[in-house]
């Protein structure tokens, strides 16, 4: 039946750090997002895994970019370039090209200029109807979130250039946040800690291992649930000779923790915005934490600790936001949230 759909629909999680596709309820595209492109022509070498194993390694000809910061489209070439191929990749089983019906997801803090951008990226790459949803209501959608219910749910979505922080209730959000601090930023932090502490250069992919290998928020994990010490190899920033160390989770903790206290701070100008019936709502329910940030160790026990709030994290967060979009595209005739 797919091959000779006359609408392909299609659902869009497109991220600083990575995009997925769904479509009939499976993940069909999960790569990086980032585009390689000759230098001299413009045109795409590379998208995805492929163009990411270059970053960082590429020759004068070719120039890797990711066409999303903070959550928002930063190079609109590249993002549509990008979208192309990856939708190239969903319709190569079809006979022919199908109308494509998109919904996308955009942070909550997203001006109309922004919102357009990624329209019209859709618009150009192939999409015939895009809708639009805000990244934490998706967020909700997928944790399983009964966000039309007369009663107040609050979301986290920690994604690669954004943080988003909502209540919601009654198919709408209440009180939003939505900070340019998420995973990039961590990235970055431990990048510039290891040329401060160690005198070390590190790239951005080497930065990435390290975050996802001991990346924690609290200086002191529960027994059992301490990693193992990294250990990292690289040039000495004055001498350019090589240097090998040991890292700890907990050296990585204070490295994060001043970005980790600006996430902190607003979680808690949402928590004060909310009104009381609702939040003794999720103060019994307790704050769901979404997005690939969710994964560091000891994030869920910090905001806890902080707020005195339960705080869980969402099964496979890393792909809650997808689900959600899912979802929406799924009854784009019953929820009133999506826009054109």
Do not use: W
């Amino acid at each position: 039946m797919g091959l000779f759909s006359l609408t392909q629909e299609l659902a869009i999680d497109l991220g600083t750090a990575n995009t997925l596709i769904i479509h009939e309820g499976k993940v069909v595209v999960d790569q990086p997002s980032i585009v390689a492109l000759d230098a001299h022509t413009g045109k795409m070498v590379a998208f995805g895994h492929k163009a990411n194993q270059m970053h960082g390694r590429t020759h004068q000809n070719i120039r890797t970019i990711r066409p999303l910061k903070d959550g928002v489209i930063a190079d609109f070439t590249a993002t549509e370039l990008m979208l192309r191929g990856m939708l190239r990749e969903v319709a190569s089983s079809r006979l022919f090209t199908p109308s494509l019906k998109m919904v996308i997801c955009i942070p909550s803090g997203s001006t109309n200029v922004e919102i357009r951008a990624v329209r019209d990226s859709a618009e150009h790459a192939g999409g015939r109807e895009v809708y639009m949803i805000y990244e934490p209501m998706a967020a909700a959608l997928g944790a399983e979130l009964d966000v039309q219910a007369p009663e107040g749910h609050m979301i986290i979505d920690i994604g690669g250039g954004t943080t988003e922080i909502a209540c919601i209730s009654l198919g709408g959000i209440v009180c939003s946040e939505s900070i340019n601090v998420a995973g990039d930023v961590l990235t970055e932090d431990i990048r510039n800690y290891m040329r401060q502490a160690h005198e070390i250069r590190v790239g951005e992919r080497t930065a990435e291992e390290i975050k996802i290998a001991i990346g924690s928020a609290i200086k002191k994990l529960p027994h059992g649930e301490e990693p193992e010490d990294f250990m990292l190899t690289g040039p000495n920033i004055v001498t350019a000779l090589p240097r090998t160390i040991s890292l700890t989770y907990s050296e990585i903790a204070g490295a994060l923790d001043k970005s980790l206290l600006k996430i902190d701070s607003a979680i808690m100008k949402v928590l004060e915005n909310i009104p009381s019936e609702l939040y003794s709502d999720i103060y019994r329910k307790g704050v769901y934490l979404a997005g690939g940030g969710a994964l560091i160790r000891g994030l869920a026990q910090r905001f806890s600790n902080n707020c005195k709030i339960p705080f869980i994290v969402a099964d496979d967060p890393l792909r809650s936001v997808a689900r959600g979009t899912h979802k929406a595209l799924e009854n784009i005739g019953k929820f009133s949230f999506l826009t054109r």
